[in-house]
């Protein structure tokens, strides 16, 4: 019996395949835009003004503060009573876009913080601006702290997207999960997608590590 | 934005939201604890001398760590009666949670332990202690300090991890909810009751945590 469902499973592998490439484009466009809006967020938390500062802090702590399960449901449920349809694809997105700016501006923000406040004035003495003395100065030199766990976010991201089967988008965990109604072999069936995940997954998680490895020995040769 | 909020209906389902609470509450601490032993096993099996330890410890600690805990939770939930097993959902989601925060408390643990220097254990030797002298005296009086911040963020993740029980019908917080929702069709007042309570939960672990690190740096200057 369990190698007649096995069969069954390897017939139906393509289908596996396509949540897999959903579960990617899911959490490559949220980690795209993520990264982007973290980045700007973040260097305004390090750096900016005192009215926008506690706003994001707000912000951080309602998205830390609260389940991804919560908030994926207040943006696909809510936001329609409010005049803002969004299709499952979309809110997906949306969802995993605000997480994951929250976590990535927190993470640039202490990379910011940890250049120490002599270069600044360093940089701001030899004739640099607002946005050259970040640019030249003090990124280069946060994205050492900055890089290893943001790729680490990377991976809680791309977890964080089988979250979003609950609203119906068919990645790779709504796959195992519509699989599982037919093929009643739940070990089976869940090993296999945790074995995509696993490929996906494993191989940030090293490059993280030896990113911080490397970062580190950097540091004690300077 | 919040026009026809109904005070009323939270009012009413206030019950359910307590019993909601205390059975997240109740989940977590369970499920904490014994998380607690499996990480500290699972670390001394990582840092075991014996390969086949070592081995197996990480490849439990690496798989949980790049696969998500939804598809924990739903490999338990459907692999498990397939053995044959009948366990209830409660149970189920609690073994779930236990492996997929031990495996996060094993790497906190050993970073605990390897932040203790080699110089001290080598102190302890040529004092004549034997190993679990040395674990007792000089290890482990060392690395618990160091572990405790950490640990209070994991506690934090698990608080809100335990909100994907709700996905396998476990009467949680979340779950309230979405049985809210379906009842009544009142998402917002909902899921923004829900999200309240994971807050209170978050500021108070928050800021022990906080505490904590604050304590731990203080007694290191000294």
Redesign the interface.
């Given at each position: 019996m369990m190698l007649f469902y096995f069969q069954r499973l390897v017939e139906i592998l393509p289908f596996f395949f396509k949540g897999l490439w959903m579960t990617v484009v899911v959490s490559g466009i949220s980690l795209a835009l993520g990264t982007i809006l973290g980045f700007l967020l973040g260097i305004i938390r390090a750096s900016g003004n005192r009215f926008i500062k506690p706003v994001i802090g707000v912000y951080v702590?309602?998205i830390?503060?609260?389940?991804?399960?919560?908030?994926i449901?207040?943006v696909f449920?809510?936001l329609p009573?409010?005049g803002i349809q969004l299709a499952a694809f979309p809110a997906a997105i949306l969802a995993l876009t605000i997480l994951g700016t929250a976590f990535i501006c927190e993470i640039v923000a202490g990379g910011i913080k940890s250049v120490h406040s002599g270069q600044w004035e360093a940089a701001a003495s030899s004739g640099l601006n607002r946005y050259q003395q970040l640019r030249y100065v003090i990124l280069p030199q946060s994205l050492q702290t900055i890089l290893p766990p943001l790729v680490g976010q990377y991976?809680l991201l791309i977890?964080?997207?089988?979250?979003v089967?609950?609203i119906g988008v068919v990645e790779l965990?709504r796959v195992?999960?519509l699989t599982?109604v037919r093929i009643?072999?739940?070990?089976m069936?869940?090993?296999l997608?945790?074995i995509l995940?696993?490929a996906i997954?494993?191989p940030l998680?090293r490059l993280s590590n030896n990113m911080e490895k490397r970062l580190a020995t950097q540091q004690v040769m300077l | 934005m919040l026009k026809g909020f109904n005070f009323r209906v939270i009012w009413e389902y206030m019950p359910y939201f307590l019993e909601g609470l205390r059975n997240t509450f109740l989940i977590s601490i369970v499920s904490l604890f014994l998380a607690l032993i499996v990480g500290v096993i699972a670390c001394a099996g990582r840092l075991s001398p014996w390969r086949l330890v070592r081995g197996l410890s990480i490849a439990y600690i690496e798989s949980i760590r790049s696969t998500p805990l939804l598809v924990q939770i739903y490999f338990f939930y459907f692999g498990l009666p397939t053995l044959g097993l009948r366990v209830p959902e409660l149970q189920t989601g609690i073994l779930a949670l236990m492996l997929n925060s031990g495996a996060y408390i094993a790497e906190i643990v050993r970073a605990g332990i390897t932040s203790v220097p080699n110089g001290q254990i080598e102190a302890g030797i040529s004092s004549g202690l034997n190993y679990f002298q040395r674990m007792r005296f000089i290890v482990l009086p060392q690395a618990l300090g160091e572990t405790v911040p950490p640990l209070l963020g994991q506690a934090i993740v698990l608080v809100k991890d335990s909100a994907l029980l709700s996905m396998i019908s476990v009467m949680e917080l979340t779950r309230v909810g979405q049985t809210l929702t379906s009842e009544r069709f009142m998402p917002a007042e909902a899921f923004f009751t829900v999200a309240f309570f994971y807050l209170c939960i978050y500021f108070v672990l928050k800021s022990l945590a906080d505490w904590s690190q604050k304590k731990l740096i203080f007694r290191e200057a000294y």
């Open positions: 702590a309602l830390r503060g609260t389940p991804f399960v919560v908030q449901f207040i449920f809510i009573d409010w991976v977890k964080d997207s089988s979250v089967s609950v965990t195992g999960w599982v009643p072999e739940g070990l069936v869940f090993s997608v945790g995940y696993f997954s494993y998680i | -």
